[in-house]
């Protein structure tokens, strides 16, 4: 049996400029952090002449047409694996539709984890950029490309996304301390809401594939913003850093009136008086988990879960996708 896990992510600036429709125009640019929740998949070779696929649903087929789940079936047809005998599995720390990028985990794992069942080597890049194509080019998901590269990469890093479709990637450089700070600092409650982030990205993307002056002004505002937070960042600054998350928040709800709703919004006013510095919905928004920067971590955390918020700790994962059993 082979298991790969691909760790979960949280976005740190300029979130939204990674979309085909902004970035093949005016480049994107942001700051992503893995981090220690994954999806697990598990590849099996069977003895019996069908596909046997586990995941919220179970499938027993005959053959790769007959897959329902979109994202298996066009990756066993990019992949070529047309053949039977094959047990596939998922499972994830955190659900999907919370906006930490668990569609890139899954897919990012999935190619480690069918490349590994065929005794092939796959580089960090071209796993990153199959898992892309795959969900972005095979699927047409109104998605960007984040989830995908910092899944497969892990730590923290800054991402330019250019119009030729290169991904340039750089490491963040953090003091220690200022990493220990971050991690500590960096709190997520979960709302209690799940969306589908498609839903929520295609009236971003059909606006900026319009060339819609407000979206696109909106997007320029959030790259420049997620420049700033990098400064903010390897300067050690995370005060600043918190404060530009709060100016991120307000630009990103103008993109579509389904970015937040009032019990989110009521949430966010009851963190930023009780020791928020500055905070945001993970990923297109509409749900999932509310992130916040704090230096008074009990003051937030105490009247988060009174208010009936679940905190999900963690840590930064620094390993990217990889396989744990072979």
């Known amino acids: 049996m082979i298991v790969v896990r691909s760790p ?23 700051v992503a ?21 586990k995941y919220s649903k179970l499938e027993k087929v005959s053959h790769v047409d007959d897959i329902e789940h979109p994202i298996i079936k066009e990756t066993l047809r990019e992949l070529n694996m047309l053949s039977n005998y094959l047990e596939i599995t998922s499972l994830a720390d955190i659900p999907s539709g919370t906006g930490l990028g668990s569609s890139g985990s899954f897919t990012t794992a999935l190619i480690k984890a069918l490349y590994t069942h065929n005794n092939q080597i796959i580089s960090t890049r071209l796993l990153a950029e199959l898992a892309c194509k795959i969900e972005l080019e095979r699927l047409g998901e109104p998605i960007g490309k984040q989830d995908q590269y910092i899944s497969a990469f892990g730590g923290i890093s800054a991402f330019e996304f250019l119009p030729d479709e290169r991904v340039e990637i750089s490491p963040v450089t953090l003091e220690k301390e200022t990493l220990y700070n971050l991690e500590d600092n960096v709190v997520l409650f979960f709302t209690g809401y799940s969306r589908s982030a498609s839903s929520i990205l295609k009236e971003q993307d059909d606006k900026s594939k319009n060339d819609n002056d407000k979206m696109i002004e909106n997007l320029h505002f959030v790259k420049d913003l997620g420049k700033q937070s990098l400064v903010a960042l390897e300067s050690g600054n995370l005060v600043k ?20 709703n009032n019990r989110i919004n009521e949430w966010y006013e009851l963190a930023m008086k009780n020791g928020a510095i500055g905070g945001k919905l993970i990923g297109a928004g509409g749900g999932g988990f509310l992130m916040f920067y704090t230096e008074d971590k009990m003051k937030l955390r105490h009247t988060l879960m ?21």
């Open 306 to 326: 009174k208010a009936g918020l679940e905190e999900v700790r963690f840590k930064f994962d620094f390993e990217g996708t990889k396989v744990v059993v072979q």
């Open 241 to 260: 850093f918190g404060e530009l998350m709060n100016i991120h928040w307000e630009h990103k709800k103008q993109r579509s009136n389904d970015m937040s």
């Open 8 to 30: 979960l992510r949280i976005s740190l600036g300029g979130g939204g400029t990674d979309l085909p429709s902004y970035y093949r125009k005016h480049t994107g640019f942001l």
């Open 33 to 53: 952090a893995a981090i220690d929740k994954y999806v697990y998949i598990t590849i099996h070779k069977t003895f019996f002449d069908e596909i046997l696929i």
